[in-house]
């Protein structure tokens, strides 16, 4: 036995491997054995194979490892790739094929690796914030929760032999409390993490193929396929390679899962080669779009009722907590703001007191401080703000006289 995969095997529920053989066509026949599952192809000659019914016996890992060897054979598989393609049968897959001096031998400049994986960390959290809530521009997009819900739920697989392949793997589960359907492991509707990769591969696709043309309109109306694309993701991708250093082209390869393959005429991309001197486009078009949406700033100073969101502290050199504070400011115009400052240590307390006591604080902005946009919830740090005092619990109202 290859001891390589043993502990992958032991892993491996036989209900796992059955569903995996059911979405290629295998198909159940009579036995007069009821601890095993058998299943035979109806295109292979000597496809039987008797899967145990249950995994918890003595010499179920030998077992295991016989029938996978037999199906890997049929399917022209390596049986490594084999169990870790039934694993992850409800995950899509991309990979990014990254090629430069060196990557033919599994290795990359660990400053390449580093600009590589956050790029691809970041233009998921923009893929998904796109799809979750539609804007050609994201403020603080590691801070929404379905974003990270997404990211925790990702994984990065091992890079191959022969090349620098950084592989991620996405559960079409990732964001289940959409109310996606699921009632077994492979019966699923259209799910929202499908709908983010789809997303960030297409907008990857049609950027990397557009003309100058293509992409003066793409930044008048940034949309693929009807969706909206952030300036965040167009940047991400553009940040995946530098430009400037030995890299000669990158490779996208998106792998859907074989729960749910994609119909035909959604003609996805199979294969994305980005040359380096293109990674500016994108980088360009980031630009250009929160040029174009860049809204002027409006000066606000005064007094403003606010609730404190959020706190973190740090004991400084006198023994006293300091620290970031987050605060949902109501300003006189009606909209909503977060806005994030350092505070010394007395006002952190004072601050630390009302998040506790879920309580409402009156802020004095000190001087002129400028707020750009006007979306609600949007983060911002003050150049400087001072607590006033605490008022009691109550509904945030501008009627009140706080000065």
């Known amino acids: 036995m290859n001891k ?6 032991e892993h ?11 979405l290629y066509g295998w198909k159940k026949y009579e036995s007069k054995f009821n601890d095993i599952y058998p299943l035979h192809h109806p295109e292979y000659k000597w496809s039987n194979v008797e899967i145990p019914v249950q995994g918890n016996y003595n010499g179920y890992s030998d077992d295991m490892y ?3 060897c037999r199906i890997a054979k049929l399917l022209d598989k ?7 393609e039934i694993v992850n049968a409800n995950s899509d897959v991309i990979k990014y094929r990254i090629a430069s001096p060196g ?7 660990l400053s390449a690796g580093s600009k590589l994986f956050s790029g691809i960390k970041k233009s998921l959290f923009a893929a998904v914030c796109d799809i979750d809530t539609p804007q050609v521009i994201h403020k603080n997009i590691k801070g929404k929760k379905n974003s990270q819900t997404f990211i925790d739920k990702v994984k990065l697989g091992q890079t191959e032999v022969g090349s620098y392949i950084a592989t991620v793997f996405i559960p079409l589960d990732s964001l289940s409390h959409y109310n996606i359907k699921q009632q077994t492991l492979f019966e699923i509707d259209v799910p929202v993490s499908r709908k983010v990769l789809e997303h960030l591969v297409c907008t990857t696709d049609q950027l990397n193929n557009a003309t100058d043309n293509a992409i003066e309109k793409f930044i008048d109306r ?7 694309v952030s300036a965040e993701l167009c940047d991400a991708i553009g940040s995946m390679v530098d430009s400037g250093k030995n890299a000669t082209f990158l490779e996208v390869m998106p792998q859907w899962a074989p729960a749910l393959i994609p119909k035909p005429e959604e003609k996805l991309p199979k294969k994305i080669v980005i040359e380096a001197k293109r990674f500016h486009i994108f980088r360009k078009v980031a630009q250009s779009i929160k040029k174009k949406n860049a809204e002027a700033p409006r000066e606000l100073e005064g007094v403003f009722p606010g609730i404190v969101m959020f706190c973190h502290g740090e004991i400084n050199s006198e ?14 115009d009606g909209d ?15 601050a630390v007191d009302a998040y506790k006591a879920g309580a409402q604080m009156s802020i004095l902005c000190d001087g002129k401080i400028k707020i750009f946009g006007g979306q609600k919830g949007k983060l911002l740090s003050l150049n400087s703000f001072t607590i006033v005092k605490q008022k009691p619990n109550s509904p945030p109202s501008l009627l009140d006289d706080l000065s």
């Open 78 to 84: 390596d049986v490594s790739a084999l169990v870790i």
């Open 336 to 350: 909503n703001y977060e806005i994030s400052a350092f505070l010394p240590p007395k006002d952190h307390a004072e």
């Open 66 to 68: 016989v029938i996978l």
């Open 319 to 332: 023994g006293l907590r300091e620290g970031e504070v987050i605060l949902k400011l109501l300003c006189r």
């Open 222 to 228: 940034p949309e693929v396929r009807k969706q909206t």
């Open 12 to 22: 491996l529920r036989p209900e796992m491997l059955r569903s995996y053989l059911d």
């Open 4 to 9: 390589v995969i043993l502990p992958q095997i």
């Open 103 to 109: 990557t033919e031998y599994g290795q990359l400049p």
